[in-house]
C-alpha cells in the first residue's frame, strides 16, 4: 500500500464550479501536510500547508482528518488558471526529511 | 533572488552511460533533497545532502549516489543506465536547521531520457 493516496482523476469542471480532493496516507505518525501544484511539464510548488484546524487561503481551503489520515482540498469559484495536477504530500517521522508525495489528482478546469 | 537552479534541463543517454545532473540551491538553504518524476507519478525521494554528507536515503540502488560541495550546490550521478532511469530529476532546496517538513523548493526539473 502507498503511503499517500489520491485519486488520480482526471477532474473536468466548468468555470466557476467548486472541486475537493481528496487524500489518505497510511502512516499515523504523520507530522505534516502539504498540497503542492503542478503545471505541465514544470515543477511541484506549494500551494500551502495543511493544518489539524483547517486553513483556507483565498479559494482554497485545506482540511486535515487526523483520526481517519484523511486530507483534503477544495477550491471554489474554479478559474482556468487552476488547470494543474494537484500532489498531496505527507513528512512522516519515519521518513525523516523526506517529503512523500501522492500520485497528483489533474484539474482541468474548462470554459 | 535565484530559486534553485538545476542544468541542464534536457538530456539524453544511452543504455550502460552515466550521467551527472546539478543543482544549486535557493539563496539562504543548506540543504538539498533530489526526487524522481516518472511520467504520471509523483516524485520519489532518492536522498538529502545537509552539511556536505547524506542526511537521508530513499529506496534507490547504489548506482543513485550525490555530493554536496562547501557552496550547498550539489550533484546526482547516476551509473549504468537503465530505460527505467527516464525520469524527471527534481532538485528541492530548503533550510536544514528548520526540521523536517519544511517547504521546499523545486527546481524547474532535469528531463532525462535514456534510450
Known amino acids: 500500500r502507498k503511503e499517500v493516496e489520491q485519486d488520480p482523476g482526471p477532474f473536468n469542471v466548468p468555470e466557476g464550479a467548486t472541486v475537493a480532493f481528496n487524500c489518505t496516507y497510511s502512516?499515523?505518525?504523520?507530522?505534516?501536510f502539504f498540497w503542492y501544484r503542478q503545471d505541465c511539464r514544470k515543477e511541484p510548488k506549494l500551494l500551502m500547508s495543511?493544518?489539524?484546524s483547517g486553513n483556507e487561503d483565498g479559494r482554497f481551503t485545506a482540511q486535515l482528518n487526523r483520526a481517519s489520515q484523511y486530507i483534503s482540498l477544495l477550491i471554489r469559484d474554479s478559474k482556468l488558471s487552476d488547470s494543474a495536477t494537484y500532489l498531496c504530500?505527507?513528512?512522516?517521522?519515519?521518513?525523516?526529511?523526506?517529503?512523500?508525495f501522492g500520485k497528483g489528482t489533474s484539474l482541468l478546469v474548462t470554459p | 533572488d535565484a530559486g534553485v537552479t538545476q542544468s541542464p534541463t534536457h538530456l539524453i543517454k544511452t543504455r550502460g552511460q552515466q550521467v551527472t545532473l546539478r543543482c544549486s540551491p535557493k539563496?539562504?538553504?543548506?540543504?538539498v533533497s533530489w526526487y524522481q518524476q516518472a511520467l504520471g507519478q509523483g516524485p520519489q525521494f532518492i536522498f538529502q545532502?545537509?552539511?556536505?554528507?547524506?542526511?537521508q536515503r530513499g529506496n534507490f540502488p547504489d548506482r543513485f549516489s550525490g555530493h554536496q560541495f562547501p557552496n550547498y550546490s550539489s550533484e546526482l550521478n547516476v551509473n549504468a543506465l537503465l530505460l527505467g532511469d527516464s525520469a524527471l530529476y527534481l532538485c528541492?532546496?530548503?533550510?536544514?536547521?528548520?526540521?523536517?517538513?519544511?517547504?521546499?523548493?523545486f527546481g524547474q526539473g532535469t528531463r532525462l531520457t535514456v534510450v
Open positions: 504530500v505527507v513528512n512522516a517521522i519515519r521518513s525523516g526529511y523526506a517529503l512523500n
Open positions: 545532502y545537509y552539511e556536505e554528507e547524506e542526511r
Open positions: 495543511v493544518y489539524s
Open positions: 528541492a532546496s530548503s533550510a536544514g536547521t528548520e526540521g523536517a517538513g519544511t517547504e521546499a523548493f
Open positions: 539563496s539562504g538553504h543548506d540543504t
Open positions: 502512516n499515523s505518525a504523520s507530522q505534516s
